[in-house]
Structures are given as structure tokens and as C-alpha cells.
């Protein structure tokens, strides 16, 4: 009967369940409390339970320490794009000022998707740890081994 029900059920894809901050369980709740802001420590308040299939989103004690090389690396990727879309767009030169005019919209592009891009990582850094599980309504999320709750948040 469940499954019946699972399958005509729209399913988000992986790629738009990681770039929108879905819990990756079920693929519906949202990670996040509020909505994206420039109040940096209000943006990264998280849900402690998905609030569709009550999967935990701080799976471990320091969880999301390792979320600082994914934005790293995703700030790499980000700025290599912009390098070779104003390459193709405006050109290269090192004769006039284009190089630095570049280095500052690069930067001001990624203080701007700050926000975002502090999301999209624990986004991506927890569907690594989570399968999407076409169960989730009738079966439970995994039971949490390694959890210490004097020490979440403490990172
Ligand atoms: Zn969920």
C-alpha cells in the first residue's frame, strides 16, 4: 500500500534536494530554519529534526567540521566559472585592468553567495552520511551511535 503511494509520489532529484538544503532522507523537509539571510549565525540555524521524516540533521559531534573544505572547494569551482565566463564574455588582459576588474567581482560574487554557499555545504556534506530512503514514512531514520548532546553545536 506504502509503496504504491511512494511511487506516484513526485520525487526531488539529489541535485535539486542538495542545492535547495533538503533533508536527503526524504527529500522534503528543509534543513534549514529561516530563510536565506545576510545574518550569518540566523542563516545557519538548522532544523535538529527533518520536520517531514524527523531524520536528525547533527548526525555526530562535530558533524559539520569537515563543511569547510566543501565550501572551500566549492568557492574553487565557483570562482574558476566566473574566470572562464568572463574570459568568453569580456577577454583577458593583463595590459589594461580587466584581470583586477575580474579579481574584484569574483570576490564580491562570493561574499554575496556566502549565505548560500555556507548552506549548500552542510546541504552536501550531509547527503554524503544520509541515502534517500523511499521508505521514510513508514521506516524509522537510523538510531544515532556517536552523539553527545553536551557537546552539539560546540564547533
Ligand atoms: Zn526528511
Known sequence: ?????????????????????YCPRCRAGKLFRNNLTFRLKRNME????????????DIEVGFYYGTGYVSYIAALVLSG??????????GFSFSDNRFVYWITFNAVLLIFLQPWL????RSLWLSWFVRYDPDWEIAKPNDLERINETQMNNW
Do not use: A, D, H
Open 46 to 57: 538548522m532544523n535538529t529534526l527533518c520536520p517531514v521524516c524527523s531524520q536528525p540533521t
Open 81 to 90: 566559472l566566473s574566470f572562464i565566463l568572463w574570459w568568453i564574455v569580456i
Open 118 to 121: 555556507m548552506r549548500f555545504s
Open 1 to 21: 500500500m506504502t509503496k504504491e503511494i511512494n511511487k506516484t509520489r513526485p520525487r526531488r532529484s539529489y541535485l535539486s534536494t542538495v542545492f535547495g538544503c
